[in-house]
T-cell receptor
Framework: QKEVEQNSGPLSVPEGAIASLNCTYSDRGSQSFFWYRQYSGKSPELIMFIYSNGDKEDGRFTAQLNKASQYVSLLIRDSQPSDSATYLCAVRGGTSYGKLTFGQGTILTVHP | DAGITQSPRYKITETGRQVTLMCHQTWSHSYMFWYRQDLGHGLRLIYYSAAADITDKGEVPDGYVVSRSKTENFPLTLESATRSQTSVYFC?????????????FGPGTRLLVL
C-alpha cells in the first residue's frame, strides 16, 4: 500500500462546476496535510494546508480532513479552465519531521 | 527577493559523467530537499537536510551525493550519471517546526542523460 494515494485521473469537469479531488494516507499518526498545484512544465506551488479535522476554506478552495478515515480532499468551486493542472496531495507523517510524502497527483481538466 | 533558485535549468550529459545540480535559497530556511519527478512515480525524495552539515537519505538516494556546508546552498551530485537518472529535479526548502512544514519549490532542472 502506498503511503499517500490519489486517483491519477484525469478528472474532467465543466467550467463552473465543483471539482473534488481525493487523497488517502496510511500513517495514522500523520500531522499535516498539503495540497499543491502543478502546471505542466512548472514546479509545484502550495494551494493550502490543513492540520485539524473539518473544513478549511480559502477563496474557491476548500480542504477537508477526516483523520479517523485517513482521508483528505480538495474542493474547487466554480472551476475555471485556468484550474487545469495536476494536484498533488502531501502528508507529513507522525515521525517524519520536516519531510513530506507526496501522492502521484490527480490531473484535472476543466473544459469550457 | 529571489527565493529559491536552481541551476542549470536544463542539462544534457553522457552516461558516466559527473553532474552537479545547484540549489540556492535566500530565506534562511532550515530544511532543504531534493526530489526527482518522473511519469508514473510522482515526486520522490532523494535527500534532505535539516540544517548545515546535517543530511539524510530519502526514498531514492542511490547514485546521488549531497552536501550542505552553508544554510543557503544544497548541491546534488550525480557521481556517474546513468540513463535512469534522466528526470526533472526539484529542490525545495521549508522552515523548521510544527506548522512550518510548507515546502517551497525551485523551478526545476531538466536533466537528460544520453
Amino acid at each position: 500500500q502506498k503511503e499517500v494515494e490519489q486517483n491519477s485521473g484525469p478528472l474532467s469537469v465543466p467550467e463552473g462546476a465543483i471539482a473534488s479531488l481525493n487523497c488517502t494516507y496510511s500513517d495514522r499518526g500523520s500531522q499535516s496535510f498539503f495540497w499543491y498545484r502543478q502546471y505542466s512544465g512548472k514546479s509545484p506551488e502550495l494551494i493550502m494546508f490543513i492540520y485539524s479535522n473539518g473544513d478549511k476554506e480559502d477563496g474557491r478552495f476548500t480542504a477537508q480532513l477526516n483523520k479517523a478515515s485517513q482521508y483528505v480532499s480538495l474542493l474547487i468551486r466554480d472551476s475555471q479552465p485556468s484550474d487545469s493542472a495536476t494536484y498533488l496531495c502531501a502528508v507529513r507523517g507522525g515521525t517524519s519531521y520536516g519531510k513530506l510524502t507526496f501522492g502521484q497527483g490527480t490531473i484535472l481538466t476543466v473544459h469550457p | 527577493d529571489a527565493g529559491i533558485t536552481q541551476s542549470p535549468r536544463y542539462k544534457i550529459t553522457e552516461t558516466g559523467r559527473q553532474v552537479t545540480l545547484m540549489c540556492h535559497q535566500t530565506w534562511s530556511h532550515s530544511y532543504m530537499f531534493w526530489y526527482r519527478q518522473d511519469l508514473g512515480h510522482g515526486l520522490r525524495l532523494i535527500y534532505y537536510s535539516a540544517a548545515a552539515d546535517i543530511t539524510d537519505k530519502g526514498e531514492v538516494p542511490d547514485g546521488y551525493v549531497v552536501s550542505r556546508s552553508k544554510t543557503e546552498n544544497f548541491p546534488l551530485t550525480l557521481e556517474s550519471a546513468t540513463r535512469s537518472q534522466t528526470s526533472v529535479y526539484f529542490c525545495a526548502s521549508s522552515r523548521q517546526g510544527v506548522g512550518q512544514e510548507t515546502q517551497y519549490f525551485g523551478p526545476g532542472t531538466r536533466l537528460l542523460v544520453l
